[in-house]
T-cell receptor, first 113, second 109 residues
């Protein structure tokens, strides 16, 4: 039982490049989330999903797109990366009945130069 | 969701109890108190949550005052591995987690 995994762990992009971050969970959770964390700051919610085929915007959605084609996967896309998107990205999941007990992945460290 | 106030940092001796306070004076009746922690460079980890009653699990105890305006997270026997930022979050069951500044707990040998 791997829990929540994220791919890749590290990435360096040049301004304007695109990439996709993959989050996978093997706990059959309905809800999945993408957060970003800037140095010295708390986490901020980018997008979330309450089930397969559904997505919704969080607090800081601009510059990102997401897709949830399979229940176990939640993809975060950056179409045209900007230096302001340099951050650590965390994925999380929880059950429908799990209140706000979220399980987090180890994070992806992204640098945009 | 109600706002929370936590001290920015605390120290604790290894093996002693760590008591982390949180003020949430504007909490409403249907809002829960959640605690998470984030060990350096890792994803946040759920610790415990409660509504009115005190709660205990294998990681910690949560003491909520009778008027619910404050709470304390207790790590009964802190170890060096408990050094982390601890977040107190108050919210309705269906709302999103919002992580503020938290308390940076340093457990010292």
């Amino acid at each position: 039982n791997a829990g929540v995994t994220q791919t890749p762990k590290f990435r360096v992009l040049k301004t304007g490049q695109s990439m996709t971050l993959l989050c996978a969970q093997d706990m059959n959770h309905e809800y999945m989330y993408w957060y970003r964390q800037d140095p010295g700051m708390g986490l901020r919610l980018i997008h979330y999903s309450v089930g397969e085929g559904t997505t919704a915007k969080g607090e800081v959605p601009d510059g990102y797109n997401v897709s949830r084609l399979k229940k176990q996967n939640f993809l975060l896309g950056l179409e045209s990366a900007a230096p302001s998107q340099t951050s650590v990205y965390f994925c999380a999941s929880r059950t429908f009945l799990g209140g706000n007990e979220q399980y987090f992945g180890p994070g992806t460290r992204l640098t945009v130069t | 969701d109600a706002k929370t106030t936590q001290p920015p940092s605390m120290d604790c001796a290894e093996g002693r109890a760590a008591n982390l306070p949180c003020n949430h004076s504007t909490i409403s009746g249907n809002e829960y108190v959640y605690w998470y922690r984030q060990i350096h460079s890792q994803g946040p980890q759920y610790i415990i949550h409660g509504l009115k009653n005190n709660e205990t699990n294998e990681m910690a105890s949560l003491i909520i005052t009778e008027d619910r305006k404050s709470s304390t997270l207790i790590l009964p026997h802190a170890t060096l591995r408990d050094t982390a930022v601890y977040y107190c979050i108050v919210l309705n069951a269906g709302n999103m987690l919002t992580f503020g500044g938290g308390t940076r707990l340093m457990v010292k040998p």
